[in-house]
């Protein structure tokens, strides 16, 4: 039996949406610390293949050592955002499955000195890449207070995000903002206490913050579409969503996928010969 220091998100839900085909090739797009994956490739015969794909190194490095019994499994330090070239490399046209479990991975929150958790004390930095320039230290010190108000407010959904965007470009006048903590004080001090007692304070805040570091929404509905592209007949697509951003994205993307009629409402029967798509949805 796997065990796992965090039990994986719809574990169960994804490896029954996912239909393994043990001979069949299946890409994990956001791999971090396997913990879907170990699943999928011990499900996997010889002649299977599983694609690891992560943006993190540091992921990758320990995904390998959790996936070390497997021999199957081949890693891609990555975008999932650019599959379809990452599976042109690989020399495969189309695939199984694609499993995409979005956002911050339990890995990336468990390795405090990255700045994704809004607990202790840290570097601001929030990069998934660490090979790539922007960090959150820099969007809270270099961006405009109406881009960082739009930003929590779109991202993040706070609704006190100008207050917010305000009080950090005070701040900032005085010091560099440089931790985690400093910037959690901000936005305490930005929200009426009142308006304290839905989860932490900073949680939508640092949502926001790290979506725009790592790009994470703005080409997500195109990602979606390219994964359907890459699927083979009866292929299937698992996506994992935390937040209504990338739900609404993701449904949007699948409503589009699967099509509609377009014959005018009052026409009794169709004529634009529409017939539905087979895809299975999975979000």
């Known amino acids: 039996m796997l065990e796992f220091k965090h039990k994986p998100v719809l574990l169960n839900e994804c490896i029954e949406g996912l239909n393994i085909n043990p001979d069949g090739i299946y890409v994990d797009g956001t791999l971090g610390g396997a913990g879907h994956s170990r699943v999928i490739a011990s499900k996997l015969s010889s002649k299977g293949m599983l694609i690891g794909i992560d943006r993190d190194q540091d992921a990758l490095n320990a995904a390998s050592k959790n996936l070390a019994q497997y021999k199957n499994v081949k890693y891609v330090h990555g975008n999932h955002d650019d599959i379809k070239n990452i599976l042109n490399n690989l020399g495969i046209d189309k695939v199984d499955g694609i499993l995409l479990d979005l956002g911050v991975s339990s890995f990336q929150l468990d390795e405090k000195s990255r700045g994704f958790s809004y607990i202790g004390e840290n570097e601001l930095d929030m990069r998934m890449d660490k090979t790539q320039e922007l960090t959150a230290k820099q969007v809270v010190n270099t961006y405009s207070e109406d881009d960082l108000a739009n930003i929590i407010y779109e991202y993040g959904e706070e609704r006190f995000s100008k207050s917010i965007a305000r009080n950090i470009c005070k701040y900032r006048e005085e010091k560099e903002i440089e931790t985690t903590g400093e910037l959690v004080k901000i936005i305490e001090n930005s929200i009426p206490k009142s308006k304290q007692k839905d989860g932490h304070p900073a949680?939508?805040?640092?949502?926001?913050?790290?979506?725009?570091?790592?790009?994470?929404?703005?080409?997500?509905?195109?990602?979606?579409?390219?994964?359907?592209?890459?699927?083979?007949?009866?292929?299937?697509?698992?996506?994992?969503?935390?937040?209504?951003?990338?739900?609404?994205?993701?449904?949007?993307?699948?409503?589009?996928?699967?099509?509609?009629?377009?014959?005018?409402?009052?026409?009794?029967?169709?004529?634009c010969n529409y017939k539905e798509k087979s895809i299975r949805k999975n979000s």
């Not at 359907?228 to 299937?236: F, H, I, M, Q, W």
């Open 203 to 271: 949680k939508r805040t640092f949502q926001a913050i790290r979506i725009e570091v790592n790009d994470e929404l703005r080409p997500l509905y195109n990602t979606v579409m390219d994964c359907l592209s890459c699927l083979k007949k009866g292929g299937r697509l698992c996506i994992i969503t935390f937040h209504s951003l990338e739900d609404r994205t993701v449904k949007q993307a699948y409503a589009d996928a699967v099509g509609k009629c377009t014959c005018p409402p009052d026409l009794p029967y169709c004529i």
